[in-house]
């Protein structure tokens, strides 16, 4: 390992720190603390770079990216500029189909917002042979990591906490649904075949040196993360929790950012514990939740299931919202599966940044513009302005000023005279 000069301040901090509302030295020194990642490769120049972490606002991430079955590159490109439109703070390509180099660097182009990429997909699916995993070595895993910090990637999630002892508590607890993390999933077949350790463990110090003279943020993968609420918070998901915990202090001593994954499923009666002990582990590294989702039965709805477990989880500390679309667990989302994940995560971050403080304007304004019965306003003010104009035009009252659900029975306009 390189000698160290601790976790540099980007040149956003200070454009950031004003859109926060916190100082620009208190902003460095919790980034300098770890406490606080600012995604951002110097390669990628971004309209809208983004902090994530303690005493900010909640942010978002989309997924995008091709699969194997479904390769349109175009829509993928739609679907990044959907996701920003609708509030996306950050997006991930997770492609796995067609020329994967190639859609990544398009949606770099096309990102105005910090892009993470999972670059052991790229590894495997570069290989010609479907069991891919097996030819994997640890140098091509870690050239395409290189490759990925070229191309101006801002955050690459890696499982460096699918250890051989980590895996050993997984084969020693049941779980109803095994693994559910691809990247996780690669991870163990790859390990088990070879009878290896699993490289972004084993070759950790090599990941933060290309992190550390790329400019690039790690986002510490919860590879043996809990697919269903009955696996939630099991010895094999705080086992790993518990290495990530000690990579996060590496990290921190070589001068890289650092985020850290979380579940998954989780029971609402879990989600609080979650939060806390990822804070208390990873000594208060940003924590990127993947949902939760709160039920297992939700299927067409998870961007529901998935707010309700972010809402939670946000309000008790967590940072970054992963968000889920109503296709999760069942086909590669839409565009308009896109516009819904992003909007249902975004109701959650807000939910949680108004009960911790925040952005109560917003909801005082919308408040105000419905007692004036000022449509337009109330439009520019919702979360989707254009479904919003859409609902209220689709059936006009006869009273024009009201809306049809009550007409002429308008409660606040009954009762607007007789209180002034
Ligand atoms: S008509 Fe009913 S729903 Fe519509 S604005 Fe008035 S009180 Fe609200």
């Not at 949606?107 to 699916?125: D, W």
């Not at 690459?156 to 508590?169: A, D, E, F, N, Q």
């Not at 208390?280 to 529901?304: M, T």
Request: aromatic letters at 6%.
């Amino acid at each position: 390992m390189k000698g160290r000069i601790g976790i540099r301040v980007p040149p956003e901090t200070k454009g950031l720190s004003k859109k926060e509302g916190i100082e620009p030295d208190k902003l460095a020194k919790l980034l300098k603390a770890g406490k606080v990642v600012i995604p951002s490769n110097p390669i990628h120049r971004k309209s809208k770079p983004c902090a994530i972490g303690e005493g900010l606002r909640v942010k978002i991430n989309a997924n995008v990216g091709t699969s194997r079955d479904f390769i349109d590159v175009a829509e993928e490109l739609r679907k990044v500029k959907v996701a920003v439109k609708y509030g996306a703070d950050a997006v991930m390509d997770l492609s796995t189909g067609g020329n994967i180099r190639e859609m990544r660097k398009k949606i770099i182009r096309a990102s105005e917002v910090p892009v993470g990429t999972v670059p052991i997909y790229e590894t495997v699916c570069g290989t010609s042979r479907k069991r891919g995993y097996v030819d994997m070595t640890a140098d091509s895993l870690f050239k395409t990591i290189e490759q990925h910090a070229k191309d101006g990637v801002d955050f690459m999630t890696v499982h460096c906490g699918v250890t051989r002892k980590t895996v050993g508590s997984l084969r020693r607890h049941k779980r109803v649904t095994g693994v559910v993390s691809r990247g996780g999933a690669l991870l163990v077949a790859w390990m088990h075949e070879n009878d290896l350790e699993n490289p972004l463990y084993q070759d950790y110090d090599h990941l933060l040196d290309l992190a550390e003279e790329y400019g690039f943020a790690l986002s510490l993968g919860d590879g043996l993360r809990p697919g269903c609420v009955a696996d939630a918070t099991d010895v094999p998901q705080v086992h790993e929790l518990m290495v990530l915990g000690k990579l996060v202090d590496r990290a921190r001593r070589a001068g890289v950012q650092a985020m850290v994954e979380g579940p998954g499923h989780v029971p609402l009666n879990q989600i609080e514990a979650n939060v806390k002990l990822e804070k208390a582990v990873c000594g208060g590294a940003p924590f990127y939740v993947l949902g939760p989702l709160v039920i297992d039965v939700g299927a067409g709805y998870d961007h529901i299931t998935g707010a309700i477990g972010g809402a939670l989880a946000a309000y008790f500390g967590a940072d970054f919202l992963c968000y889920v679309t109503p296709s999760e667990h069942l086909s590669l989302p839409t565009v308009e599966d896109v516009r819904q994940g992003v909007v249902a995560s975004r109701i959650a971050a807000h939910a949680a940044d108004l009960a911790r403080g925040r952005d109560a304007l917003w909801d005082r304004s919308m408040s105000e513009a419905r007692r004036k019965f000022d449509w337009q306003r109330m439009f520019e003010l919702s979360v989707d302005p254009e479904r919003a104009k859409e609902y209220h035009q689709r059936r006009i009252s006869h009273s024009p000023e009201v809306c049809s659900m009550c007409g002429d029975l308008c409660a606040m306009k009954m009762v607007d005279k007789l209180l002034k």
